[in-house]
């Protein structure tokens, strides 16, 4: 899927994922503690959700960097296409469970997801996670929400947020795209000097 990578880049990418994966995990702490709070006003789901959320995160997350270290391959694909899919998962889970309303801005966590799947797979990987963060604006308008207030933003706001997660991953996936190519591209010192390995042949 997309460019490809070496095993070192791409166990090298998986290590540095972890540690934003902390990051998220500490953000649904926090939401954690604020359901907390608000118990008794957020719907009975809303808290135990929530801890299931950054639980699984947290176990994955641990999984993953022991994995990480030790694949090799298809190996190590499938294993990057497993932790895409937990972190699309559980951030889409935290963005919509924490909303409230359609000027919170806590929807902007879910640009990491086009922002990783760029890192991974160029822009292709910035089109899935911008489509993905697309599904879970587009929930509250079906009537799936976790509070009340976060019903029905308006179709503008929904196209401004998906357009901008779109352009983030794009940009993000076009550097990493050309940053990979150049990475494949080392030289070698040879007869007439320094050679890329496409001159070599």
Not at 29 to 39: I, L
Not at 73 to 95: H, K, S, W
Not at 121 to 150: D, I, N, R, T
């Amino acid at each position: 899927m997309g460019t490809v990578r070496s095993d070192d880049d791409a166990r090298l990418l998986e290590q540095r994922l972890v540690i934003l994966r902390w990051i998220v995990a500490a953000f649904g702490a926090a939401q954690v503690g604020f359901a907390v709070r608000d118990r008794a006003s957020d719907p009975t789901f809303v808290l135990p959700l929530g801890v299931a959320l950054v639980v699984g995160l947290t176990v994955g997350n641990v999984a993953i960097a022991g994995a990480a270290r030790k694949a090799e391959g298809a190996a190590l694909e499938a294993l990057g296409i497993l932790a895409f899919a937990l972190d699309a998962l559980v951030i889409l889970g935290l963005v919509w469970l924490t909303t409230d309303g359609p000027a919170d801005p806590v929807s902007v966590v879910g640009y990491l997801i086009p922002l990783e799947g760029a890192a991974r797979w160029g822009l292709l990987g910035a089109a899935l996670g911008a489509a993905a963060f697309l599904a879970g604006q587009l929930l509250p308008e079906f009537g799936v929400a976790a509070a009340s207030s976060a019903m029905k933003t308006s179709a503008p706001v929904i196209a401004f947020r998906a357009g901008m997660a779109l352009v983030v991953g794009a940009v993000a996936g076009s550097f990493a795209s050309v940053s990979r190519r150049h990475s494949g591209t080392r030289c070698h010192p040879g007869p007439h000097g320094w050679l890329s390995q496409g001159e070599r042949s």
